[in-house]
């Protein structure tokens, strides 16, 4: 066990802590307006949106991962246009993996801050605009601090499901050492070769990981609440 742990490549890690922080930030600065407007909007078209945006929970990974495999693929437009013009290769890529991230992920950060979004008193939104505050200036600097725990929520869950991926990481990135392999698809291999004593290490190393975000989350959560009253 001792040699094992000496042994041990952190590699998949670090890209795994890599891809979720990139991701993570990059559904922010997505998912922010889209949350936004969503709690906001009174459109019929809502619905849709919501369910196109949660569609990544109840879709098995592996058929989101094919289609955003398709969709990055060189004989696509999307990629073609990727590889000739701006020479980025999306498939089996730590690029295509970022974006595949985003789709996956995309839900446990539209919906917490959506919620949070919607249980603000509309009274405090209108006395900033009546301030003559702009929407920008009324979601960063009014909405955003009034909903730290979906906010916190949002970040800290997306961050952890984008280190949790597999099915839809392995169907995009691979397994290129040091590019596209990550946590998930080491443990996996690990498995497959039958090496036990390292698939343990990093399944506990993951376990603990998990663990510790949920109860970050409920603890802050619960303590919010508790100074707060609400």
Request: with cysteine.
């Amino acid at each position: 066990m001792i040699e094992t742990l000496q042994a041990l490549d952190l590699t998949p890690f670090i890209l795994s802590f890599k891809l979720a922080a990139v991701t993570t930030l990059v559904l922010f600065v997505i998912c922010l307006p889209l949350a936004w407007y969503l709690s906001q909007t009174k459109s019929r078209a809502k619905p849709l949106i919501e369910a196109v945006a949660a569609l990544p929970i109840v879709l098995p990974p592996s058929v989101l991962g094919f289609y955003i495999l398709v969709a990055l693929s060189k004989n696509s437009p999307l990629g073609a246009f990727f590889d000739e013009y701006l020479d980025v290769q999306l498939v089996f890529s730590f690029t295509g993996l970022v974006v595949a991230s985003c789709f996956y992920s995309l839900p446990f950060m539209v919906q917490p801050l959506q919620s949070g979004f919607e249980s603000i008193d509309k009274n405090m939104l209108e006395a900033s605009y009546i301030s003559g505050k702009s929407k920008l200036v009324t979601i960063l600097r009014v909405a955003l601090p009034n909903i730290k725990p979906a906010f916190i929520t949002a970040l800290i869950i997306t961050f952890a499901h984008t280190v949790g991926e597999f099915g839809v990481v392995l169907m995009v990135g691979g397994s290129i050492p040091g590019e596209t392999k990550v946590a998930s698809v080491a443990i996996y291999e690990m498995v497959e070769i039958m090496d036990y004593s390292t698939a343990h290490i990093y399944s506990a190393i993951m376990l603990v990981m998990s663990f510790v975000v949920l109860l970050s989350v409920y603890v802050f959560n619960h303590r919010y609440s508790r100074k707060f009253g609400v």
